[in-house]
């Protein structure tokens, strides 16, 4: 199996992560080496297994539902690469 | 082709479409805290001041599930005589927006909380079945500003997390009248519930609206689009009507419709297509590993059936049966969960004197007019089920005449004052004193000898005529009973 | 006394408990030799101000019963820490400060111990050599231009030149294991569900565990017993019965049964991992277990699995890095321009390399082919270790198929440096947990570490057979602090 150019630039797409030709070509390459390793796997007969999403043997814990949090939003805010006190900001989005 | 009144077909020459449509609509889960955060949920609040760490997606923090939603979810799924399944997953489906600070939404794909079920409609000509396809648990996104700021976009976050139920029909609704009816019915199940308060204008109901049409009488189903987030009821019957007709035209035009998602534009009355969303189709749902599968068991599914009120459906039966309403009435009275309330206790309150005529007259006659004017929904009523209880009583009992009743009623209206002290203080009661009457009459027969001879000459007309006087004379008070006899007597 | 700083946690408690040295000096003498070991680069964020001030408080009012009286220590800088600047290694994080604390390091203040500063690592725990950090490479203390293995690298760096007694790690693959294994130091990854994740910046999920890196076994225990709590906040964590790990250390293993998995033999394999295997088995039957051979049949899927697995997860748990919340922030024309930019020049190339790959592979069309194909394996896997414990308390392996290696060697073939991992990862994708101690040198006299994997939530017994094979081994880290002038 090959990833050409255009499968990465739509997975790149995707990821929200720009691209240009020349590191599409560099991850292109890469990402053939790695999935050819990833090939491996089809050696493999799973037809009767189970997909394991978690090791967790245990069941999903129910939390109360009660307001512990709240008010914090200078905390919040303080990281925002925006000066803003009351919303985070980004370029003007047009629906 | 016969078409009957309650069919919605669009006509193009020699064809005639059916519209099929299936509504995906997101009901915002009544709880104090959101879905997997502790953050408060409350409606209003200043921007950003609802936002915990979790909801701001900050490095390191984890979901954690509230186990009050989790119970809201089954208890609707109940409502809707729904496969409640022991076991369902949660997913994160994966896009890039400026309200949806993980890069994802917890949300429910392959395996959701809620399974197949039914939602009867009581349409004019009968009730009429739609199937629920499923529901699910996910997450809400926060609010994108665009008007507050020219350069830029501003997100307020308090809704990002709040728990919502995402409730999906089988596309089984015809006309724009089904729509309204599914979404009027939906609404009242969770609000008998009190899983959802139905409240459209702050958001916490609203729908997407997936249309198709097809020739009437096809089996095949059309290319739909999918109109996003529409919320009000009105507004899905009027983009429903756009959307079904473009859809028409261009099939009588020979073009294609593409599968699409559209937005309705309230103002301009018309659906578009949204920015064409290039990948934003592929959300690359999986398992989200910060959570472990969902398990209740049958013990936990019991109790909760144990919670469930009696439901619109099961009330409208109960109503016909008891009290003898008329099907009609009955929706009516049990569609909102508040008017149904309020009829129980004004029955309740009037004891031996029952008369559910009146009674449902008065409500949805006297009461529903003032609360339409007022723009008042019932539970915020100016006058009590215990005072309208009461002032149908001192009409059934011969107190006061219905005339008077409206004159009281008005007056309740005045910090819900009690019927009978108005009674007493304006001394609105009825005179029901056959001698009085007797005086009273004498009196006008009297003053008015040359209408009583032609009276008895024949001319019945004029009964009305003593009638009038009888009662100008008392005020309105006379007992319209007894002045007929009385009258009927000395005539 | 010997140099504060060479002593074992154990031993500095003691002192610090007998009133022999104050909270100030051990403090002062650890950011002496941090301060003259700033060539290694372990430190992202030297935090020695309020370190030093911190322990005056200590003393002031010192409280002996703590499990860590004021001990001074370094961690990880992929732990949250409540008012200090916490990177992941990445530039995107350039200059972020949480306002909370991971539940890992709170446990270990809530002991009395002092946060010396946030320690080097691969950007994001995405790497194996700590050379795609941000924050430069890492310098093993053992040797120059050596890697100290990844992506705790900065933590094995610190812990083996003696600039923290003590350190937590994170391990997604072997991101404990495998850099303890190159310095000579212990390292330990719990069982997943054993140590809170919350606070942590996530990598991969499913996978994630912190663990304790230590300079023997008996200070993995205490710190273990520390980091390893029940968390609400988290809803992977377990709810199990916890040890006293240190108290309930013991070197006596007799009769334990410890599996030899055939297949941990690769090809290419240098010679000096299989003679350090024998000679473990040998340590291990000296110390009274009892050798089984087993089998561990899907091993040699591992790795493939993994990267399919660990990829996904982290394409989405780092989706959150957009330039909106907090962190870097490159200006954009429009919302997707600013993202593409923030995501494209904020992570670094490994980091874009693996969103990439897990964004492939959960891609409609792929998502059967590779990811559940993965889950598959990955049941297949546990399911392998689930039947050989069956007949073994504990399995024994090498921690890593070679000793450490140069800087550069191994950066332009990702393959290459993943096979790193090919000992560690089966452990994660099963949940286990494993611990690699120090266990003899190659030719060059790099350390080499074994890997002792134990059943779930059996970290007691994994312990305690590191802890009698320590004995017997009788390592010595030769550190001849050549990067101080």
Not at chain 3, 135 to 141: A, E, I, L
Not at chain 3, 308 to 324: H, K, M, Q, T
């Amino acid at each position: 199996m090959t990833i050409d150019l255009k499968t990465i630039k739509h997975i790149s797409k995707l990821s929200r992560i720009s691209v240009d030709d020349e590191k599409a070509k560099k991850l292109a390459g890469d990402m053939n080496s790695i999935f050819d390793f990833i090939e491996k796997l089809k050696e493999l007969d799973t037809d009767n297994v189970e997909p394991l999403t978690s090791v967790a043997e245990t069941t999903l814990k129910l939390r109360v539902d009660e307001v512990k949090s709240g008010n914090i939003r200078e905390q919040v805010l303080k990281n925002s690469p925006d000066e803003n006190e009351d919303f985070f900001v980004v370029p003007r989005v047009v629906e | 082709m016969t078409k009957d009144s309650s069919e919605y077909l669009i006509e193009r020459y020699n064809n005639v479409y059916e519209v099929v449509i299936g509504l995906e609509v997101h009901a915002q889960v009544t709880s104090n805290s959101k879905l997997f955060s502790s953050s408060s949920t409350t409606f209003g609040a200043e921007p950003n001041t609802q936002v915990s760490l979790v909801d701001a997606a900050f490095p390191g923090m984890l979901p954690v599930i509230n186990e009050y939603c989790v119970k809201q979810a089954i208890k609707t799924g109940i409502g809707l005589k729904a496969q409640i399944n022991k076991r369902s997953v949660f997913d994160r489906k994966n896009y890039f927006y400026a309200d949806l600070p993980q890069g994802y939404q917890i949300s429910q794909f392959k395996f959701p909380i809620v399974g197949e079920g039914t939602v009867i409609l009581d349409m004019e000509n009968g009730p009429k079945e739609v199937g629920i396809e499923r529901l699910h648990l996910e997450q809400d996104a926060g609010k994108s500003i665009h008007d507050m700021d020219p350069q830029n976009t501003l997100v307020d976050l308090n809704r990002s997390g709040v728990a919502l139920m995402e409730i999906v029909s089988k596309p089984d609704m015809r006309t724009p009248d089904e729509v309204s009816a599914y979404v009027k019915k939906l609404r009242s199940i969770m609000r008998y519930l009190g899983t959802c308060d139905g409240n459209m204008q702050e958001g916490s109901l609203r729908a997407d609206v997936n249309i198709s049409v097809r020739i009437k009488g096809s089996d095949a189903l059309g290319t739909r689009c999918e109109i996003k987030n529409v919320n009000s009821i009105k507004f899905m019957q009027m983009a429903i009507d756009y959307e079904a007709n473009r859809q028409v035209d261009l099939i009588e035009e020979g073009k294609t419709i593409d599968q699409e998602t559209r937005l309705f534009d309230t103002k301009k009355n018309e659906t578009r297509s949204m920015r064409s969303k290039e990948d934003a189709h592929d959300y690359r749902y999986f398992p989200d590993p910060d959570l472990l599968p969902l398990e209740v068991t049958d013990e936990f599914i019991e109790k909760l059936k144990l919670d469930i009120p009696e439901l619109p459906d099961e009330k409208k039966k109960r109503f016909i049966d008891k009290f003898k309403v008329s099907p009609y009435e009955a929706t009516i009275l049990v569609s909102d969960i508040d008017t149904a309330k309020y009829f129980e206790e004004v029955v309740a309150k009037m004891g031996k004197n029952l008369d559910i005529k009146l009674a449902v007259n008065w409500i949805t006659g006297e009461l529903f007019a003032v609360l339409n004017n007022k723009n008042l929904e019932i539970s915020e009523s100016p006058i009590s089920a215990k005072n309208l209880a009461k002032l149908i009583n001192l009409i059934k009992n011969g107190t006061i005449s219905g005339k008077i009743a409206k004159t009281i009623f008005e007056l309740m209206m005045d910090g819900d004052k009690d019927p009978q002290i108005i009674v007493e203080e304006k001394g609105l009661k009825q005179e029901s004193d056959p001698k009085a009457l007797e005086t009273l009459i004498d009196k006008i027969i009297n003053d008015n000898r040359e209408k009583a001879i032609e009276y008895k000459q024949g001319k019945e007309k004029l009964f009305g005529f003593f009638v009038g006087q009888a009662m100008k004379a008392s005020s309105g008070k006379a007992n319209p009973q007894l002045i007929n006899e009385i009258l009927k007597k000395k005539l | 006394m010997s140099d504060i700083t060479s002593l074992t946690l154990t031993d500095l408690v003691k002192n610090i408990k007998d009133k022999k040295i104050s909270s100030e000096e051990t403090t002062k003498a650890f950011i002496n030799r941090g301060e003259k070991s700033r060539e290694l680069n372990a430190y992202i964020t030297e935090d020695f101000t309020n370190a030093l001030e911190k322990a005056k408080i200590f003393d002031q009012k010192p409280n002996f019963d703590l499990k860590l009286p004021g001990v001074p220590m370094a961690v990880k800088d992929l732990f949250c820490t409540n008012g200090v600047k916490t990177t992941a290694g990445s530039k995107i994080l350039n200059n972020f400060i949480p306002p909370y604390e991971s539940t890992v390091t709170q446990n270990i203040w809530n002991e009395g111990a002092i946060l010396l500063g946030k320690l080097n690592c691969d950007e994001f725990a995405m790497g194996s050599s700590n050379e795609t950090s941000f924050f430069g490479n890492v310098q093993s203390p053992i040797d120059k231009d050596l890697v100290p293995g990844g992506s705790s690298g900065g933590s094995a760096s610190a812990l083996a030149a003696n600039l923290t007694p003590i350190t937590i790690g994170t391990d997604t693959g072997g991101s404990i294991r495998q850099p303890a294994s190159f310095t000579g130091t212990v390292g330990l990854k719990p069982t997943y569900g054993s140590c809170s994740r919350y606070g942590i910046v996530a990598f991969a999920s499913s996978l994630d565990q912190a663990g304790p890196m230590s300079k023997n076994v008996k200070d993995c225990a205490l710190l273990q017993e520390i980091i390893s709590t029940y968390d609400e906040k988290d809803s992977t964590s377990i709810d199990f019965k916890r040890n006293a790990y240190s108290k309930e250390l013991t070197n006596n293993i007799k009769g334990k049964k410890i599996g030899i998995p055939k297949e941990y033999t690769v090809d290419g394999m240098p010679k000096e991992i299989e003679d350090l295997w024998t000679k473990g088995i040998e340590y291990a039957k000296d110390c009274g277990a009892e050798i089984v051979e087993i089998s561990l049949p899907h091993t040699n899927y591992a790795l493939p699995a993994y990267y399919i697995v660990a990829p996904a997860e982290a394409s989405s748990n780092l989706a959150r890095y957009d330039g909106v919340k907090y962190g870097f922030r490159s200006k954009g024309e429009n919302l997707i321009d600013m993202y593409e930019k923030t995501r494209s020049e904020g992570f670094g190339e490994e980091v874009q390399r693996r969103i990439m790959i897990g964004t492939y592979v959960l891609s409609s069309g792929y998502y059967d082919a590779y990811y559940i194909k993965a889950q598959k394996v990955r049941k297949l896997i546990k399911n392998d270790f689930d039947e050989a414990y069956k007949k073994v308390d504990a399995i024994l392996t090498p921690s890593t198929p070679s000793a450490a290696f140069k800087i550069g060697e191994k950066t332009n073939d990702p393959v290459s440096m993943y096979l790193n991992d090919i000992f560690t990862v089966p452990v994660n994708l099963a949940g286990l947990p494993a611990i690699s101690i120090p266990a003899g040198v190659d030719a060059k006299g790099y350390p080499l570490g074994l890997q002792i994997i134990g059943k779930a939530f059996d970290e007691q017994n994994i312990l305690n057979i590191a802890y009698a094979m320590e004995e017997k081994i009788e390592f010595k880290n030769k550190i001849t602090d050549w990067w101080i002038k």
